[in-house]
């Protein structure tokens, strides 16, 4: 198994309210569609604009993903008001350029000198717009509000054909995006080694998050849904990412299966300090709490055993005691050798600084066992 993440190198928030305003530095994004009271009320609606490294796609893709993989856009909710009923996100990959820029939202002056409602670059630059020799390339505004970002609604590519991605929140559902994205990094992966085959190039502009047409602009109090998540640019732990899992779990021991639910499962090759962009193998022992009594010349305690091959991992944030990673039954499987169980964990999707700790979770005899034996680690700057 493997869950390796990657960071944001621009994000920004654009308003339907201020269409040349540029929020490239700031701490949240907005995703939201208002009606506010005013004397003269106008629906405001805001988006997301996210957009990973293609170097860093490439090269996760090349040198680390063995098999099939599954990608998904994480973003983690801050605030969340108005969600009555059941409302939809969408994400699209964009399809233009666009320059993050130093503003934030609500500057005295406004901040210009990057990606708004209205433009790509900077107010006055690039207005975006769809070029309709492109197929598949779509916006949406009211009239006198044109602008708020354009972006690809499917390919020609027949092996993706769909490039689209959505969530649906209800009133007590959790509210973090996570959303998957699988089709349009493919796309993304094609365009910059070459391999469109003659296909429309999806190019890597990153992501554009929105709600569902029939939520945004509607000129309705009872329809506010807002949704504020922290930005790449946030102090807090929670930075939006792009997960990449995959199965590379083997199971093949000569070790005896452990049979009885009282049992010890030790944390080897965890030396308690890791860097940001480290990679580790930890290793388990484990064998019965009890063990059978027998005559023979070697301490039953030195003989290792193997846990079923329906075993899991999961990280937990020491302080907050949220997953980080959860356990997965595609992608956190525990393997085993002729050794013992072991898991692989890239560290660089965990937060520097802080502490994480592992649990361990099996079934034995029609037992579910969660093993919480204060596995600890860190993780520092490098």
């Known amino acids: 198994m493997a869950v390796y993440k990657l960071f944001p190198i621009k994000d920004a928030t654009i308003y339907s309210g201020y269409p040349a305003m540029n929020t490239g530095m700031d701490a949240l994004l907005e995703v939201t569609s208002e009606f506010p009271e005013t004397l003269t009320p106008s629906p405001r609606v805001s988006r997301a604009l ?7 796609i490439d090269e996760v893709i090349n040198n680390k993903i063995t098999g099939v993989f599954k990608s998904n856009l994480r973003a983690y909710v801050a605030k969340a008001e108005g969600i009555n009923m059941n409302s939809t996100i969408k994400v699209y ?67 993706v054909t769909s490039v689209t991605g959505s969530q649906t929140f209800g009133i007590r559902t959790d509210k973090d995006l996570n959303i998957d994205v699988t089709n349009p990094i493919k796309l993304f992966y094609s365009a910059s080694n070459a391999m469109d085959g003659g296909y429309i190039k999806v190019e890597n502009r990153g992501f554009l998050v929105k709600w569902t047409e029939s939520i945004e602009f509607t000129p309705s109090q009872s329809i506010q849904p807002i949704l504020k998540y922290y930005s790449v640019d946030t102090n807090t732990i929670y930075p939006p990412a792009l997960e990449f899992k995959w199965d590379d779990s083997s199971y093949s021991t000569t070790l005896s299966a452990i049979s009885t639910t009282d049992l010890f499962i030790g944390l080897d090759s965890n030396p308690g300090i890791f860097y940001s962009e480290s990679f ?9 709490e009890f063990p059978v009594r027998t005559f023979q010349t070697e301490s039953l305690y030195t003989q290792n055993f193997a846990l079923p091959s329906t075993s899991y991992y999961a990280i937990k944030d020491l302080d907050t ?18 050794t013992s169980n072991y ?26 066992i969660v093993k919480d034996e204060d596995y600890y680690f860190k993780i520092i700057n490098g």
């Open 321 to 338: 005691n949220e997953f980080v990673v959860d356990f997965d039954t595609s992608y956190t499987k525990i393997s085993c050798d002729n």
């Open 343 to 368: 898991f692989d964990v890239y560290m660089n999707g965990l937060q520097p600084e802080r502490y994480y700790k592992i649990l361990i979770k099996t079934t034995i005899n029609g037992s579910t």
């Open 50 to 56: 996210i957009e990973f490294d293609q170097d860093e």
């Open 93 to 159: 990959p964009i399809s233009g350029s666009w320059n993050n820029g130093n503003g934030e939202y609500l500057d005295s002056p406004q901040t210009l000198n990057g990606v708004s409602w209205g433009f790509q670059d900077s107010s006055g630059s690039v207005a975006w717009g769809v070029d309709n020799t492109i197929p598949f390339m779509s916006s949406s505004y009211p009239s006198g509000q044109k602008g708020g970002g354009t972006w690809y609604t499917g390919s020609n590519n027949p092996s």
């Open 280 to 288: 580790n193998r930890f290793r388990l022992n484990v064998r019965p």
